[in-house]
């Protein structure tokens, strides 16, 4: 078991020496003002470090993780896709590393054409009428389509839809984005073949229904069997259709949710579009509409202030939609994500963006083929982008998905996606994405095929699992139950410690 | 899986047990439910005086897998809670039915508590929820 005294690397704090610097300020230039005496501290516990102390203190700690550019990454939902460096090299352009949000516009035209094109290219992936890059992220994306939703109603004069329907098999962002809108959700149950129960959804329909939010694929890995016919009876109350796009790496140049009838989307750029994420950058979540409800979008869009010719480019600039829910975000949503988003569309095109979906989907079932006579799949469909297992066995009553998930690091692998989604017994969700390669899948294949016979005749390695990592097992409970929010340095918890 | 759902309690479709004394009554989560959760490590509970209708959520639980809304099996009005709970909510994985009781409650409506599910229908209804 890990403990705070068996740590592989000590806290920054614990690092410290006083009198240490990393930096050497120039002599001031202007008149030294001291600070007023009652605003003085001394409590600060701010540590002392050399420059070289704190690049091998980030050095160490960046070696004793697991990331995409270190190992297999199939964590569901999540779409831990390789990251092109081609991406950073366009981010490094000095035009875009050196711009800042509040230059005027006239010196940033190449930035809001970079936006302007994402926003229509996003528009025609998705199949909607406009898009804003503003949120910061995918639940940002959601609490931006969701006051949309609202307001498109209030503007109506329709004051009475309060409710939102959410599938049992939803991210737990969608009830938290309703629920921080002020509305209320209702949960609405499966059917066994992991589809929306379009009977219930038919027995809460009515007049009180802002919309539904629903994941397509849902979030089993399956595409929703009946979504037109769950997309009319929403229309036929009144309701509007929020698409979560959190798994759009299944469908991007196949289906778009517009034309399924989705009014809005959240796209994650730092799925779908390779852009970093899990420690690695900001997210982005881009969000697309349809006709509808375009006069809510959050201010400002890049639009065209004065059109082109053959000689000069296009003036960009900004609009404030008609009936807009106003400003998500300082500034313009995260820069240097959308190029790196902006890249990968380019270097892809729209084949390239097809071919990538297909792969994904193509890797996934590979994977499930080869361990679905081993692990107990609930839904027996043709899977799209990821899959769902269940990580336990009857003859092996001691393992549960979580022990399966510890053994799968000592094979160098991070495990999938623990629990979720809720529908299922000991979930263990599996996504592979296009860019692992036929050997990696064999590989990972057969450590889950290894550890489901170790479950039966040494369960003892899994229960203790995992064994070659930089930390032991976590003892997550009591983590939970007790937090220690550390960052101050040890000497202060010693009740030994009188304050200088 | 040998469940514990003792006689005299009445349980719902969503995992709750509530135990009738006169008018008032005794409400918690099932040994399902906790086992379903695993290691539950916080508990949200409403405060007394509180009134809620029947299947409302009155209180939340948070294990290391999942957090999990609890319904009231019967419309009523929160006389008692059981604050330990927040300080030591592992009690309620070791004594769901005794220690770890939520709240107490005057309810309103006594027929209500007569729809729900016995001990002996509820534990079928576990096992096929298990299969």
């Not at chain 1, 501290?41 to 995409?68: A, G, K, M």
């Not at chain 1, 970079?114 to 009428?129: D, H, P, R, S, V």
């Not at chain 1, 053994?407 to 296009?434: C, K, Q, S």
Request: charged letters at 20%; glycine letters at 8%.
């Amino acid at each position: 078991m890990t403990t705070l005294d068996n740590i592989p690397e000590p806290t920054v704090y614990d690092l410290s020496s006083p009198g240490r610097s990393g930096v050497t300020l120039p002599k001031p230039d202007v008149p030294i003002q001291e600070l007023p005496e009652n605003i003085l501290r001394d409590d600060l516990d701010l540590p002392e470090l050399t420059q070289l102390d704190v690049i091998r203190h980030f050095q160490s700690l960046s070696q004793l993780n697991h990331s995409i550019d270190s190992g297999f990454y199939p964590l569901g939902s999540c779409t831990m896709k390789y990251n092109p460096r081609v991406n950073e090299d366009a981010a490094r352009l000095i035009g875009f590393l050196h711009s800042h949000p509040l230059q005027d516009v006239n010196t940033v035209q190449g930035n809001l054409a970079l936006m302007y094109e994402l926003q229509e290219w996003l528009k025609e992936i998705g199949g909607f009428a406009a898009v804003t890059l503003q949120p910061a992220a995918g639940a940002h994306g959601e609490l931006t389509g969701i006051m949309m939703m609202r307001n498109y109603h209030l503007a109506r004069g329709d004051k009475s839809r309060l409710k939102i329907l959410i599938p049992d098999s939803a991210h737990g962002t969608n009830p938290a984005s309703t629920t921080m809108s002020g509305l209320e959700v209702i949960e609405l149950p499966s059917d066994d073949r992991g589809n929306v129960d379009v009977d219930a959804l038919r027995s809460y329909c009515g007049e009180d229904i802002v919309g539904l939010m629903i994941t397509n694929p849902n979030t089993l890995g399956l595409f929703e069997e009946h979504i037109e016919e769950v997309v009319q009876i929403v229309r036929d109350c009144g309701g509007l259709i929020y698409g979560d796009g959190a798994n759009m790496n299944a469908l991007t140049g196949i289906v778009r949710p517009g034309d399924l009838g989705f009014d809005v989307m959240h796209y994650n750029l730092h799925k779908t579009f390779s852009t970093p994420h899990g420690g690695g950058g900001p997210g982005s979540g881009p969000v697309g509409v349809s006709e509808r409800l375009v006069d809510f979008l959050p201010t400002p869009i890049v639009t065209i202030v004065e059109k082109g010719n053959d000689q000069d480019p296009p003036l960009y600039g900004f609009a404030t939609p008609k009936h807009t829910i106003g400003r998500m975000k300082a500034f313009n949503g995260q820069f240097g994500v959308l190029v790196r988003a902006y890249t990968y569309i380019r270097v892809h095109g729209a084949a390239g963006l097809r071919s990538n979906s297909e792969h994904a989907v193509l890797n996934a079932n590979y994977l499930l083929s080869k361990v679905q006579d081993v692990y107990h799949v609930p839904y027996k469909r043709a899977c799209l982008h990821e899959f769902v297992v269940e990580g336990r066995w009857h003859d092996a009553p001691d393992i549960h998905a979580l022990d399966i998930s510890k053994r799968l690091m000592d094979f160098g692998f991070h495990p999938p996606t623990n629990y979720f989604p809720l529908i299922v017994h000991e979930a263990l969700m599996i996504e592979p994405t296009e860019t692992e390669s036929r050997e990696t899948l064999d590989k990972f294949a057969d450590a889950l095929l290894q550890i489901a016979n170790e479950a039966r005749d040494e369960p003892e390695l899994l229960l203790t699992a995992p064994h070659i990592t930089p930390s032991a097992r976590m003892d997550e409970i009591q983590a939970a139950r007790q937090l220690v929010l550390c960052c101050r340095p040890s000497y202060l918890l010693d009740p030994q410690y009188v304050k200088k | 899986m040998p469940w514990k759902t003792p006689e005299g309690r009445m349980y719902t479709q969503t995992d709750e047990w509530i135990m009738l004394d006169g008018r008032s009554a005794l409400v918690g989560i099932t040994d399902y439910a906790q086992d379903q959760l695993s290691d539950i490590v916080y508990v949200e509970l409403p405060t007394s005086g509180d009134s809620f209708d029947k299947n409302d959520i009155f209180a939340t639980v948070e294990s290391v897998k999942a957090a999990a809304d609890v319904n009231l099996p019967a419309s009523g009005k929160v006389t008692e809670v059981n604050n330990g709970l927040e300080d030591e909510p592992e009690l309620i994985n070791t004594d769901p039915y005794d220690g770890a009781w939520f709240v107490k409650i005057d309810v309103q409506d006594i027929s209500q508590i007569e729809d729900l599910m016995n001990a002996s229908t509820y534990i079928d209804y576990c096992n096929s929820r298990s299969s």
